[in-house]
């Protein structure tokens, strides 16, 4: 915006000194041609884009007011659809008593939400800049093209699980095991002490359970999702990779299964933390939420809510979702172990040992590990009946009688008789010696 100025008056002390933008200059100078009678009010209003009645009211006011006539009425003066200081002050405080920390998209939500205040996100954070609570943040430059989502609902969904102090140090630390498909960005997700097999599983039947087996999964190399174990000998031959237990049910259960190679590639999933660890972990301080327990009973109020407000339509209306019809998952979604059953029916599992209780030949069992803690043994499609053993069983050995050992003689006829019979007798030694040569004698001299 560029001003100018614009002297008034009739000697240099007595000069005014009016400030005018150039638009208003180029008015003036205009304004000016048309009073001198150079160009009509008609070609006024074309060389300024006004109507012929704005004209006529510009001039009549410059020639009572003066040149200051060309600035408008309104300058200086308040808006008349500003909103009161009270309101603002009101504003303030709140954000730095209850809602420090929160970004102003998400304090306008909690003040409209909580609180009966309508105000703009853009009004608060001008009150906020102007306070020194936030700063502005410029956005970063797209350094790379995205992917485009999924066609239809159900075709791919992101899973991964996010480390984060969710809740702010008044509760143990925990995972988010989150859930987002690709198509609608709609969000699913728990909390677990730790990501792994069971809290996977676990998760992921949940999810089946509400909206159905999605036909692929986009996962990281984590160990849970990717096995570490180097392939066998057997498996290069066969040109298979080693499984964890999280992609063999999968497998089972028709899922293909997509590997990232790097964070970046599922972008959207990472995107969805960085939003949750700010406003979940916000909502979840508001509520005076500090356990696991209670953040995931707040999980089934808080994530309805939330994809309403952010879900978007698919390009396709089909949902590839597989519903669920007389499929076990539990049978499905466990840990299976392999093991030998010994002479005596018994197996060992985890440092335990379990009696097996069917009376069949048996070699190798499969041990079953379920999600809520049970174990179920199974040899081929038949469920064994088993029971732990808690403590190994101690057999007490009785010692054998007490006998007298008899001394054994050798028979008459013994090899030993005969070999002690052609040995010399000690007299046989002596008189040999006595026959045997004299040894020569030696007789040392002194060499001087």
Known sequence: MLHCFLFSGGRMADKDIIMVRQMELKRLHVIHTVIQGAITQKDAAKLLSLSERQIRRIVRRIQEEGDCGIIH?????????????????????????RYAGFGPTLFTEKLREDEDINVSDETVRIWLIQEGEWKKHRKQKVHRQWR????????????????????EGRGPACVFMGYSDDATGRVFGRFYDY????????????????????????????????????????????????VSQFGRALHELGVEIIHANSPQAKGRIERLFKTLQDRLVKEMRLKGICSIAEANRFLMYYLPVYNRKFVRSPRETDNLHVKVKDVDLDAILCIKTERTVRNDHVIQHNKKLYQIENRMPMKKVVVEDRINGTVRIRYGKLFLAFHEIHERPHIQKEPPPFTLR???????????????????????????????????????????
Request: with cysteine; aromatic share 8%.
């Open 148 to 167: 485009e989502r999924k066609a239809c609902s159900g075709e791919m969904v992101q899973i991964d699980g996010s480390h984060h102090d969710w809740f």
């Open 406 to 448: 008899k001394t054994w003689k050798p028979s008459a006829d013994h090899p030993w008789r005969k070999t002690r019979a052609k040995k010399p007798t000690i007299q046989e030694r002596c008189g040999n010696r006595e026959k045997a040569a004299p040894l020569p004698h030696f007789h040392s001299t002194a060499i001087r």
């Open 73 to 97: 009425k309104s300058r200086g003066r308040p808006s008349g659809r500003k909103l009161p200081r009270r309101l603002k002050e009101r504003v303030i405080d709140l954000y730095r008593t």
């Open 195 to 242: 990501e792994g097999t069971i809290p996977a599983m676990d998760s992921f039947k949940r999810y089946i359970k509400k909206y159905g087996i999605p036909l692929s999964i986009y996962l990281d190399k984590h160990t849970t999702y990717k096995s570490p174990t180097e392939p066998t000998l057997e498996d290069e031959l066969s040109g298979t990779e080693p």
